[in-house]
């Protein structure tokens, strides 16, 4: 989405590298090619203006003058800036004290509020709600039958009184669903309403009149993310008609150069709350001003990615994957491998996961031409196979390796590359689960931070060390050997035996130059 912003940002601040101070025409250039890069990426111009005079004043001021890297703080002061035009919070949903939450959705016609309605509800459905759907877009043709399907697929109901296609009253539909949701005991209600034009001041006047039968809790506006330019008109003019409380992001996916995000909050005031990123119903998040900053600017989005895979990965089968790969649950073997590629297929396409890694901006094109579909033939390979294959890879010869190819439609090639590329990665996988990563706690095999590691191994004592210069380490052991004859110094029971030290035969012992016995007397 942020494709073209985070590209002209990333060559904007490799200019910067190596420069030890920042001159007044270094930042006036940096400020310049940033102004076109929000130019060039749909941001409003009021929103551009602002943005680069707070980046230019902080720049002048002491935290870059004194900094001991100004480009990093370039950098930074560009996040915090992001971050404060996209909204600064996270803003959460309000729930109502008593009786159900009512949400309402409003938004221009085709900008995908009937799916977002269902993605919602199944977001709210794992956030522990008990949410119902309501179809009051009674004008498009087949919007309740959308929802309709919608619905049984998250697993929400759909109060749908009226069949629409312009039949039935959407106000009276909304007012029903408030009884409806009292008496079926959902905590949350969801009402879609009709797409509407901002100049038409009909549709208006029907958002207006849903909100004052039911007297929603947030009004969300939502608003395509691929609109441009316009994005900052209609959103304020439905601000003006109707009233919303936050903005909801769709097809977050696109092509287009993201200006609506960086764009509405600054105009408006309202905050984006959610953001939808993909086609599929999971395809649904809450909207972090500060990971989206990261995101432009190429710094990945781990916490996002640690969510996600928190969701999507079976906690269970990921323990037994790590017992094996210790060696105390078994050898980790193709089904187990399989299993892993299978729960991370959960959390979205490969391109989609690795763009939430840092610094995987100057790989993007490799990661657009990723083809998914090699996933499933490997999976297509593995499941080929016998279990005692699967359970024993070293067993499949040639014999074998053609008859898996042939079940596969692969080609032999294939599965050699698939069997070599398994046992390398289950060696390299063993390695790190057996003996962690130096400097990271609570990996396997690494104590905690402050611990030592290896608890219960005690390491040895080192010897003392003996100086590298032979006249000091003679001059040192002469010293020792006289707190030794005394009694004293580091061995409290004297001279052991009670027999006279040899200086000149310790001296002989370190081969010193002849020359050199002068400093031993």
Known sequence: MFATLSDRLADTFKNLRGKGRLSEADIDATAREIRIALLEADVALPVVKEFVAAVKERARGEEVSQALNPAQQIVKIVHDELVTILGGETRRLRYAKTGPTVVML?????????????????????????????????????????????????????????????????????????????????????????????????????????RDATRPDEILFVVDAMIGQDAVTTAQAFLDGVGYDGVVLTKLDGDARGGAALSIRSITGKPVMFASNGEKLTDFDVFHPDRMASRILDMGDMLTLIEQAEKAFDQEQALKAAEKLTGKGGEFTLDDFLQQMQQVRKLGSMSKIMGMLPGMGQFRDQLENFDEREIDRIQAIIQSMTPAERDNPKMIDGSRRARIAKGSGRQVSDVNQLVDRFFEARKMMMSFAK???????????????????????????????????????????????????????????????GEEIDYESAAAALDLPKDFSKYLK
């Open 106 to 210: 409003a938004g221009l016609q085709g900008a995908g509020k009937t799916t977002l309605a269902a993605k919602l509800a199944l977001w709210l459905k794992d956030q522990g709600r008990t949410p119902l759907l309501v179809a009051a877009d009674l004008q498009r043709p087949n919007a309740v039958n959308q929802l309709q399907v919608n619905g049984e697929r998250v697993g929400v109901p759909v109060f749908a009184p009226e069949p629409g296609n312009g039949v039935g009253d959407p106000v009276a539909v909304a007012r029903q669903a408030l009884d409806e949701a009292q008496r079926t005991l959902h905590d949350t209600i969801l009402i879609d309403t009709a797409g509407r034009l901002g100049v038409d001041e009909e549709m208006m006047q029907q958002a207006r009149d849903i």
């Open 435 to 497: 003996g962690g990563a130096p400097g990271l706690p609570g990996m396997p095999g690494v104590a905690a931070a402050g611990g030592r590691r290896n608890k219960g191994k005690a390491k040895p004592a080192k010897g003392r060390r003996v100086s590298g210069n032979p006249a000091k380490a003679a001059a040192e052991a002469k010293a020792k050997a006289e707190k030794a004859a005394a009694g004293g110094g580091g061995n409290p029971f004297g001279n052991p035996g």
